[in-house]
């Protein structure tokens, strides 16, 4: 049987730029949206020969925002996917969508295509906190949109949440866990804001007009978040994502494996048979590339095997399933234990990780602290 993939199609349209926003997405230039949709298609021609003998097993919308485009773009992309490629029967295929761009109408649209997962971008409960950071919609939008969906028939739906926002308290956070877990979506991601440079809300950082919050609340923040949402039935399963039994989204857990993934459209990455590549990402140069007849790459680089044992380790330690003994083995013909014994040793007597029979996994307390467990299996 062929290898399964994860397929990846970013849409880079909003309707304003969030002001913490460093993805690749473009406000007021929906116009393009036509030809953006033929190029994509047009480049899943030029890819043919890496995806065509390659089984999908989860394809994700992303962006930006998908659901402002026209639900016929969507159509047409998704359309293509199954014309040209072998996507397995029981797909998981998400569509990324913001609060106030869907409507009853569309979001039927959606399910009749084979889109089967949604996921909302809420990040807060308090308009106060979603008009700070640049968000074009209100939490009564967010239930009106999560509601819609619910009629229409979708049964597995994340939300997307964000803390360390400036001036959120832990009970703004505390509030926006309850309100959400309330409503009973299958799937919550608590992603902790960085401030990146370039973003507005990094001059406003650096102009002294906001305060990042600070270190501490911030942790306490994630605890709290991490408790309340076990307490809830929620499995945490990758350090930012939640999940009910049975919900963990299949497409991110591919990266966390490491495995195999192609991406479609300006800025998208892929990691396919050890070469990692990605697309050129500005809007207009990755449609002109595509229309002149070249593959719109702007990277690309072979993954050697420490590298990818390395990323392996760092991928598949996210997660509270860990790194599987037995299939690390079978991919890289070498005992994990043999390759990182010293340092899992050194690792576990410091608390911060476990050492099973058929996996090593970070430990709670290694959580806190995991940029310094992951630096130790550098090469
Ligand atoms: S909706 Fe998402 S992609 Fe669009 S500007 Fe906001 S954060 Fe960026």
């Known amino acids: 049987m062929a290898d399964s993939i994860g397929l990846y199609i970013h849409v880079p349209f909003c309707a304003k730029k969030c002001l913490y926003c460093d993805f690749t997405s473009y406000a007021g230039v929906l116009?393009?949206?036509?030809v953006y949709k033929d190029a994509i298609i047009k480049e899943m021609g030029m890819r043919a020969?890496?995806?065509g003998n390659k089984h999908i097993s989860t394809l994700f919308i992303g962006g930006g925002t998908p659901s402002i485009v026209d639900t016929?773009?969507?159509?047409?992309?998704?359309?293509?996917v199954y014309k040209n490629f072998h996507v397995d029967q029981n797909a998981e295929v998400t569509i990324e969508i913001n609060p106030g761009t869907v409507s009853v109408k569309n979001l039927t649209d959606y399910k009749s295509i084979g889109i089967n997962r949604l996921s909302i971008g809420l990040q807060a409960w308090q308009d106060e906190l979603l008009k700070a950071i640049g968000r074009i919609h209100t939490s009564a939008e967010f239930v009106n949109s999560y509601n819609e969906a619910r009629e229409v028939g979708f049964d597995n739906i994340n939300v997307d949440l964000m803390f360390g926002l400036p001036?959120?308290?832990?009970?703004q956070w505390i509030r926006t866990l309850q309100a959400v877990v309330s409503l009973g979506p299958e799937h919550i991601s608590c992603y902790d804001l960085q401030i990146e440079e370039g973003t507005p809300m990094h001059k406003m950082v650096v102009g002294g007009d906001i305060k990042p919050l600070d270190e501490n609340t911030d942790r306490l923040m994630y605890k709290t978040a991490t408790a309340l949402l076990r307490s809830e039935g929620y499995e945490r399963y990758e350090v930012?994502?939640?999940a009910k039994?049975?919900?963990r989204c299949r497409h991110n857990l591919n990266y966390w494996h490491n495995g195999p993934y192609v991406g479609l459209g300006c800025a998208a990455h892929s990691h396919l048979d050890h070469i990692r590549w990605a697309n050129v990402s500005g809007l207009q140069s990755y449609i002109d590339t595509i229309l002149d007849d070249n593959i719109p790459i702007a990277f690309e680089e072979y993954i050697d095997r420490d590298t990818e044992m390395f990323e392996t380790m760092m991928l598949g330690l996210r997660t509270s399933e860990g790194v599987d003994k037995?299939?690390?083995e079978e991919r890289f013909g070498i005992r994990l234990y043999q390759r990182y014994g010293h340092v899992i040793d050194k690792l576990s007597a410091m608390g911060l990780m476990h050492n099973d029979e058929s996996a090593v996994k970070v430990s709670d307390k290694g959580v806190d602290v995991l940029?310094?467990?992951l630096v130790e299996f550098l090469p």
């Not at 116009?31 to 036509?34: E, I, N, S």
């Not at 773009?73 to 293509?80: K, L, P, S, Y």
């Not at 001036?167 to 009970?171: N, R």
């Open 72 to 80: 016929t773009v969507i159509n047409a992309i998704i359309d293509e």
């Open 167 to 171: 001036q959120q308290t832990i009970g």
């Open 326 to 328: 037995k299939l690390f």
């Open 240 to 242: 930012s994502n939640f």
């Open 31 to 34: 116009d393009k949206q036509y």
């Open 371 to 373: 940029n310094s467990v």
């Open 245 to 247: 039994p049975g919900f």
């Open 49 to 51: 020969n890496i995806i």
